[in-house]
């Protein structure tokens, strides 16, 4: 009987434990997933609000590069503030443009064939009379010119841009959906504002920079973690290389779509549609999973999901230590008891 009993409290106990770390973590999950939702609303919010500022200023209204390269440290100070940002620039209703981008690294320099010591890039688009120039600006740390260059004119009219159409037939700020710049190349998303009827403004993340974002915020080492839109179109993954692909016989790269991205788990996930807010534990690839998806209010942007799947048995890995000790101690402790009963019993049997 004392053996029945302390099995019985054993198996309670380990039930009852077990009940109390699924509720657990279900809260620890939700304060997970809160917190990515801040730092991904920390990359937006203040691009947005520089955005904001500078559509206020005279920069919108000016007419030449002479004008222009005035508040060339004001655009410094906005991605110096916001190192998120690949680049922030301006393009006006009439044609003109000017974009400012930091070379932070050999391969930005080596890209456009930048000087030594330049640390900046500014490229201007503009006209005089009926003959547009286009030039690349190179400047040191002190925003200092240390080259000026003649570009060659590839066609580029930012009134033709998706950011801009979006941004001026919106008349407020939004977040495109991605999409590939056309200086880099890279995959990305544009943050941008209509200031009044001069200009638009944008600032630039890639999808490299966003999955950043994502990958610092792994929960554990096999948790995935993915921005998308409603439309599955995936913004960020935390392995940026399966972002994009040639579309064959184009030739034309796409960004992925959520069940593209070669994961049997998030495949299975997409079955049920993007447009999910919910938390659930679904059985794959042979473990438990809790997954949440939930939508993340960014003011401006299309509809944006965040999903977030984690391993339960990582999740609650010290939990789960913690109970299998607490069940085969409580199993010793009877056993040792039973032992010392029987001894006991043993002992005083001759008197009785």
């Known amino acids: 009987m004392l053996l029945l009993l302390g099995v019985a409290l054993s198996l309670f106990h380990y039930y009852q434990l077990s009940q109390v770390m699924r509720n657990d973590g279900s809260k620890l999950f939700e304060r997970v997933v809160q917190q990515v939702g801040r730092e991904l609303d920390n ?32 655009l410094a100070r906005v991605l110096t503030d916001n190192p998120q940002l690949n680049s922030v620039y301006v393009g006006w209703h009439d044609g003109d443009y000017l974009m400012l981008r930091p070379l932070r690294n050999p391969l930005g320099q080596q890209r456009f064939a930048a000087p030594q010591h330049a640390a900046w890039m500014a490229w201007h688009i503009g006209a005089d009379g009926n003959l547009r120039h286009n030039s690349y ?14 570009a060659t004119d590839e066609g580029f009219d930012p009134r033709q841009r998706p950011w801009y159409a979006a941004a001026n037939s919106a008349d407020q700020r939004l977040v495109t959906t991605p999409y590939v710049f056309f200086s880099t190349r890279e995959f990305g998303t544009t943050l941008a504002r209509a200031a009044d009827n001069h200009a638009v403004l944008g600032a630039d993340l890639t999808l490299d920079q ?14 995935e973690l993915i921005l998308y839109t409603g439309e599955g179109i995936v913004i960020a993954y935390q392995d940026p290389q399966r972002l994009q692909h040639t579309t064959l016989g184009s030739g034309a790269l796409e960004p992925r779509r959520f069940q593209e991205l070669g994961s049997t788990l998030l495949a299975t996930i997409a079955l049920d549609g993007y447009r999910q807010q919910r938390q659930t534990v679904k059985e794959l690839e042979g473990q438990r999973w809790v997954i949440q ?19 339960e048995a990582e999740l609650l890995a010290d939990a789960y230590r913690l109970r299998q000790q607490g069940f085969w101690f409580s199993l010793a402790a009877s056993l040792a008891l039973l032992t010392l009963g029987w001894v006991l019993w043993w002992r005083l049997r001759p008197a009785l």
Do not use: C, H, W
Not at 137 to 150: G, K, Q, S, V
Not at 211 to 218: E, G, V
């Open 293 to 311: 998806q939930q939508r993340i209010g960014v003011q401006g942007s299309p509809d944006t999901y965040l999903a977030v799947l984690v391993p």
């Open 137 to 150: 600006l190179f400047l040191n740390t002190d925003l200092r010119i240390i080259e000026a260059r003649m």
């Open 210 to 223: 966003l999955s950043d974002t994502l990958r610092q915020q792994r929960v554990t080492p096999s948790s």
């Open 43 to 74: 990359v937006y919010r203040p691009p947005m609000q520089a955005l904001n500022l500078l559509s206020l200023s005279s920069l919108v209204k000016t007419e030449n590069l002479a004008e222009r390269l005035d508040y060339l440290p004001l």
